[in-house]
């Protein structure tokens, strides 16, 4: 089955009751019994739920994994993951990542007892450097949020498959639709449902997928014990919104690579991160590794002034000024002040986000009128 025939079909069927083609929402707490113990799967929906059920099977078919779980949020999602390691161990991670990541990583399960430690991964063969008998995880970003490094999932996967060291992916910006970790020798894939997959910025949602028996049961374990689960509203609205991720993907991408060119050439501008570019670092690891190169963009202005980057951004008409990304409308966000700001502000420099860089979600709006948009605001 291929992708686009993925999103609309897998793991959904017609209501068995009414024949109804879209899944529908099981807005109920609790079901009936037929005595005690006996039910038709399901008992409770926080344990489960039918419309719950039908996105994970769903997204699970996307990544090409076998078991799907969905959660109230990313973060959420993080959450459990890392509830599964044990005082002591320790999580290798990208040094730029979402700032959402980096403020539960440190200012939650570190007092737990958890290490983490934060490095550069564009370049694999450095990693082996960083790796200790603790190592139990390594958390990837790619793109990272917001520089767009890219990390060569393969070589990072390699580097530890005989090790006890498992590799988990944040695949939000690139979607399932342009890159599958699970295929590249990662253990599990993470999403921001919120984002892409969403798509219409009208649902807050987290997922896990991979293809770990017994990771995978303990994970449903801690989604039933800690409860933080989606309401079938919401697993409603996500499944809606993957129905056409192939089609709105593709116009993120073919809009961000002319929004990329515009901006590269402008003489107002200084850097632009985008993957696409030839001479963005791992630009061939990315044209391997992802069928496209995304919506996302970061850039920054000449003389780096963060006056003008904050003036500049109340000037756009289509580019809206918000946090998030991936809906169908253009955004953009100033990390350091927003996404980021839980990071401190001298390990954002390392990384290279620094406090004038603009990170840009390009929407599907017709390109003629977001390119106009970038031009009356830059001049």
Not at 343 to 355: C, F, H, M, W, Y
């Given at each position: 089955m291929k992708f686009a025939t993925k999103a609309i079909h897998a793991g959904i069927t017609p209501d068995p009751a009414t024949g109804a083609i879209m899944t529908p929402i099981y807005q109920t707490t609790t079901y009936v019994q037929q005595a005690p113990g006996e039910h038709k799967g399901y008992e409770y929906s926080r344990s489960q739920n039918p419309t719950r059920d039908a996105l994970q099977n769903n997204l699970a078919a996307l990544?090409?994994?076998?078991?799907?779980?969905?959660?109230?949020?990313?973060?959420?999602?993080?959450?459990?993951?890392?509830?599964?390691?044990?005082?002591g161990d320790e999580v290798l991670s990208t040094n730029d990542l979402y700032g959402g990541t980096y403020r539960i990583?440190?200012?939650?399960?570190?007092?737990?007892?958890?290490?983490?430690?934060?490095?550069t991964m564009t370049d694999a063969d450095t990693l082996e450097q960083h790796l200790s008998d603790q190592t139990r995880l390594i958390w990837i970003e790619t793109p990272t949020n917001p520089m767009m490094h890219i990390i060569d999932i393969k070589a990072v996967t390699d580097l530890v498959k005989q090790r006890d060291i498992k590799v988990a992916v944040d695949n939000t910006f690139a979607t399932p639709y342009l890159q599958l970790p699970l295929d590249l020798g990662?253990?599990?894939?993470?999403?921001?449902?919120?984002?892409y997959i969403g798509g219409h910025s009208d649902v807050i949602m987290g997922a896990l997928v991979l293809n770990d028996q017994e990771w995978a049961e303990d994970l449903q374990f801690i989604q039933n014990a800690s409860g933080a689960v989606p309401g079938p509203q919401d697993c409603f609205l996500a499944l809606r919104g993957i129905k056409t991720l192939h089609l709105r993907m593709q116009r993120h991408c073919e809009?961000?690579?002319?929004?990329?060119?515009?901006?590269?050439?402008?003489?107002?501008?200084?850097?632009?991160f985008w993957p696409g570019f030839e001479d963005h670092p791992n630009h061939q690891v990315a044209k391997n590794q992802m069928q496209d190169f995304g919506g996302m963009i970061s850039f920054t202005l000449k003389g780096d002034d963060i006056e003008e980057a904050k003036s500049l951004m109340t000037r756009f008409q289509y580019f809206q000024l918000a946090e998030s990304l991936g809906g169908v409308e253009s955004l953009c966000g100033h990390p350091a002040s927003?996404?980021?700001?839980?990071?401190?502000?001298?390990?954002?420099?390392?990384?290279?986000?620094?406090?004038?860089l603009i990170r840009m979600s390009v929407g599907i709006e017709d390109i003629e009128d977001l390119l106009e948009d970038l031009k009356q605001a830059l001049e």
């Open positions: 990544e090409n994994g076998k078991f799907g779980l969905a959660f109230a949020s990313g973060l959420a999602a993080t959450d459990a993951i890392l509830k599964t390691l044990k005082p990583f440190t200012k939650l399960f570190e007092q737990y007892g958890l290490k983490f430690k934060f490095v990662a253990d599990l894939v993470m999403h921001s449902v919120t984002k809009n961000a690579a002319s929004v990329a060119h515009f901006l590269k050439q402008h003489p107002k501008v200084d850097k632009v927003m996404t980021h700001a839980s990071i401190p502000r001298e390990e954002r420099i390392k990384s290279g986000l620094v406090d004038s």
